[in-house]
């Protein structure tokens, strides 16, 4: 099971984030001094990836725009001799062959990596959600590509986390194969107490067969009545293989405001550029 394919669902309308997001795609929000979306696209990269299908919405191809060339600017920089800069300009297009897809209809995560049907075909290929950034020594992708290779299994990303996050993403049956690694055998989506099988959920990272294609296609509607990608894959783990890799890495969800401004100070505490500030900036409030 050879991973080169990325898909990364970004068609989300940002409602957590508005204002801002009105005009801005929530994943071109600066994280520093790169915007989120450029740290998702450097972890798939950095696992192997070569092409990467973001799939987006009406009022996001500035995404496009930014995975590209600027032949102006760039004459710029050159002239003026800015090569540092030149080549951070250059370096998002170059990272990978991206392509772009227009989700169309607000349907749902499962509908969106439905539509990426065409463009996976029949190989294994890994997910990465837009929001979630994830800080760690081995890509948490690379972490998940691994654990399906050792068993030819779908994987799926997971932690263990508080009763009320399992309530708001989802919980999974799982048995331990090996230290971090286990076979799942059941999920469900934001269930209520009584329907929880523990307290470790899915958190942003899949890699998955191809096989999840022809039961999204008939998934009916689930929870907030939208096709759940999370039901999809109940439907998977009984069908085929699948297993969780409990990642190593802190992950950061930068949908929301306390989760922006989380990961926005973690990095800034161990940039060249704003670490010694900062952290002189949060003595002195202490």
């Known amino acids: ?53 973001i799939i987006t919405n009406r009022g996001k191809s500035a995404m496009e725009d930014y995975f590209d060339y600027v032949p102006d600017l760039q004459e710029r920089l050159a002239a003026d ?32 990596i439905w539509r990426a049907k065409s463009f996976v075909g029949d190989e294994p ?15 948490v992708t690379r972490q998940l590509i691994d654990a399906a290779e050792k068993y030819g299994a779908s994987c799926v990303g997971i932690k263990e986390v508080s009763d009320e996050a399992v309530a708001k993403y989802c919980s999974v049956e799982i048995t331990a194969l090996e230290e971090r690694i286990y076979r799942v055998t059941d ?11 523990s307290n470790f959920a899915i958190l942003g990272r899949y890699v998955l067969s191809p096989g999840i294609f022809p039961i999204l296609e008939t998934l009916p ?55 010694a500030w900062l952290k002189g900036q949060l003595a002195m409030n202490r």
């Open 221 to 275: 509607p689930g929870r907030g009545g939208e096709i759940q990608l999370t039901d999809g894959l109940q439907r998977l783990c009984q069908v085929e293989p699948m297993v969780a890799k409990d990642f190593e890495g802190k992950r950061y969800d930068t949908g929301n405001l306390v989760g922006f401004l989380e990961a926005t100070l973690a990095f800034a505490l161990d940039h060249p550029e704003t670490g």
């Open 81 to 112: 001799g800015k090569a540092e800069l030149l080549a951070q300009v250059k370096n998002p297009a170059d990272m990978a062959n991206f392509y772009f897809l227009r989700q169309k209809e607000t349907k749902g995560l499962g509908h969106a």
């Open 187 to 197: 999920m469900v989506e934001k269930p209520v107490p009584e329907e929880k099988f």
């Open 1 to 53: 099971m050879k991973v080169k394919k990325a898909v990364i669902p970004a068609a989300g309308l940002g409602t957590r984030m508005l204002p801002a997001t009105k005009a801005i795609p929530k994943e071109l929000l600066p994280l520093l001094d790169k915007p989120v979306l450029q740290y998702i696209v450097e972890e798939a990269v950095a696992a192997g990836i070569e092409d990467i299908l």
């Open 125 to 139: 290929f890994a997910v990465l959600l837009g929001d979630d950034v994830m800080r760690a020594e081995v890509s």
